[in-house]
């Protein structure tokens, strides 16, 4: 069984910085292969696409709102990924949901919320403006 537990979250004035984390656990199951996302959603909201990197690393993604702001990234070795959030605005505010794909290796990183299996529990985030 995948569980994946992010942290991190918080409330954090307009123009601040946050680092979000999720931590993967589980037997045999080691993020190095497979895809990684993030989602958030604010209330009344539909979940929206963050961010996603490839199994390998080599290939990214981003949500229009959060490109050249955000940046997702990967230690295999902690079997982590992060989430670093810069230049935050209000806007932001949001529950934020690391999610992890089933498909082994995958041929690209999916940005769509039905292509992830694994999901975690979310952390609040809240830009104050």
């Known amino acids: 069984q995948v569980q994946l537990a992010e942290s991190g979250g918080g409330l954090v004035q307009a123009g601040g910085s946050l680092r979000l984390s999720c931590a993967a656990s589980?037997?045999?199951?080691?993020?190095?292969?497979?895809?990684m996302g993030w989602f958030r959603q604010a209330p009344g909201k539909e979940r929206e696409f963050v961010a996603a990197?490839?199994?390998?690393?080599?290939?990214?993604s981003y949500g229009d709102p959060v490109k050249g702001r955000f940046t997702i990234s990967r230690d295999n070795a902690k079997n982590t990924a992060y989430l670093q959030m810069n230049s935050l605005k209000g806007e932001d505010t949001a529950v934020y949901y690391c999610?992890?794909?089933?498909?082994?290796?995958?041929?690209?990183?999916?940005?769509?919320?039905?292509?992830?299996?694994?999901w975690g529990q979310g952390t609040q985030v809240t830009v104050s403006s």
């Open positions: 589980g037997r045999t199951f080691r993020i190095g292969n497979y895809a």
């Open positions: 999610a992890a794909d089933a498909t082994w290796r995958s041929a690209h990183e999916p940005t769509a919320v039905g292509e992830y299996e694994y």
């Open positions: 990197i490839s199994w390998s690393g080599g290939s990214l």
